[in-house]
């Protein structure tokens, strides 16, 4: 429904943005004038919902799977909910939830999960803040540009237009 963003898809329901691949029972898109926002994919015990994603970083797919899965785009997270599964390399991860950084950028986002010290999967690190998983420096300008060079500077009114401020900020 373009009016309100948001989309619906059932049975057998796939979808595919990049290297990433979603399918399910249900899956549930919400969109902006951006993109993507969101993506929920809805399966059941006998028959989860599925991730897998293409990583350039990587030698082997992510792959995931759960009764609900959800992609916050902004944040770039994969929180898997009930019987969570990840297999990333040849590691792999289960759970009733997991939260998966996807941008492997050391800054993680959302709910915590807990792991032995040294056995924590790759992609997962000891901190929240990751502001924007679409900058990899997680540094975003003044005009809010990844890596941007804006600043801001301080101006004043030069009402005579003599080329000299009047002491007014503006």
Do not use: H
Request: proline content about 1%; hydrophobic content about 35%.
């Amino acid at each position: 429904n373009e009016s309100t963003g948001f989309n619906e898809f059932t049975g057998n329901a796939v979808v595919k943005q990049g290297s990433l691949v979603l399918s399910a029972e249900v899956i549930q898109v919400q969109t902006n004038d951006d993109g993507v926002v969101s993506m929920i994919a809805k399966g059941t015990a006998e028959n989860p919902a599925k991730y897998s994603q293409i990583q350039s970083n990587r030698a082997r797919a992510i792959e995931a799977s759960a009764i609900l899965i959800t992609y916050d785009v902004k944040k770039g997270m994969i929180y898997l909910v009930g019987d969570a599964y990840l297999m990333q390399g040849f590691d792999s991860f289960s759970g009733e939830t997991l939260d998966y950084d996807i941008d492997n950028d050391n800054l993680g986002a959302g709910e915590a999960s807990n792991f032995c010290l040294g056995e924590q999967p790759d992609g997962w690190v000891l901190n929240n803040d990751d502001i924007d998983d679409n900058c990899y420096s997680n540094y975003l300008d003044c005009a809010v540009i990844c890596n941007g060079f804006a600043q801001i500077n301080t101006y004043y009114l030069d009402a005579d237009e003599d080329g000299l401020g009047d002491g007014i900020e503006e």
